[in-house]
T-cell receptor
């Protein structure tokens, strides 16, 4: 079975550039979660969707961050403009209703 | 609000020794509890889950966890640790009334000595 697919796996870009992270959840999963992981702050929930609708974006750090889920099989997390402090590993996870989350392998983002 | 505490940031055990990782939770209703493992460069992988029923649950890779409501704990155990178990371990509690939003502990890093 294909798991949660994230792309790119690694992204290095200069500050001020727009960054777009992509996620394909597992087919049939109706909840999707975006997390950020750093050494200093651990694993942080940024935003989550249920049936393609954003439920809670209170974890999004700033207006520079935005997320969309145009359909059940695709979601994006965008940072515009990016800053060095956004450097982290970003994870996408999906789950069926009421079941554990399945995580992707993450996107390692470095902002220079 | 729900919360999870993993009191041990880092644990070191010898290969072949037993392991217990502690997890305490706070949740207003019947908790749905999970343990995940994260190897370097990878995402979190589910080890086991507790929803209801038998309070001792078995997971993958020889792990088990015991739910103790009176202690608000869900400790992870393994009788004999292998070097490949070195990783970071996360305990989580899920709010299934809220799209399954999970609250994660800060994680425990396990080092295995040869």
């Amino acid at each position: 079975d294909a798991g949660v697919i994230q792309s790119p796996r690694h992204e290095v870009t200069e500050m001020g550039q727009e960054v777009t992270l992509r996620c394909k959840p597992i087919s049939g999963h109706n909840s999707l979660f975006w997390y950020r992981q750093t050494m200093m702050r651990g694993l942080e929930l940024l935003i989550y969707f249920n049936n393609n609708v954003p439920i809670d974006d209170s974890g999004m750090p700033e207006d520079r961050f935005s997320a969309k889920m145009p359909n059940a099989s695709f979601s994006t997390l965008k940072i515009q403009p990016s800053e060095p402090r956004d450097s982290a590993v970003y994870f996408c996870a999906s789950s069926p209703q009421g079941q554990p989350q399945h995580f992707g392998d993450g996107t390692r983002l470095s902002i220079l | 609000a729900q919360s999870v505490t993993q009191p041990d940031i880092h644990i070191t055990v010898s290969e072949g020794a037993s392991l217990e990782l502690r997890c305490n939770y706070s949740y207003g209703a019947t908790p749905y509890l999970f343990w995940y493992v994260q190897s370097p460069g990878q995402g979190l992988q589910l080890l086991l889950k507790y929803f209801s029923g038998d309070t001792l649950v078995q997971g993958i890779k020889g792990f088990e966890a015991e739910f103790k409501r009176s202690q608000s704990s869900f400790n992870l155990r393994k009788p004999s640790v292998h070097w490949s178990d070195a990783a970071e371990y996360f305990c989580a509690v899920a709010d299934l009334t809220n799209a399954g939003k999970s609250t994660f502990g800060d994680g425990t890093t396990l080092t295995v000595k040869p």
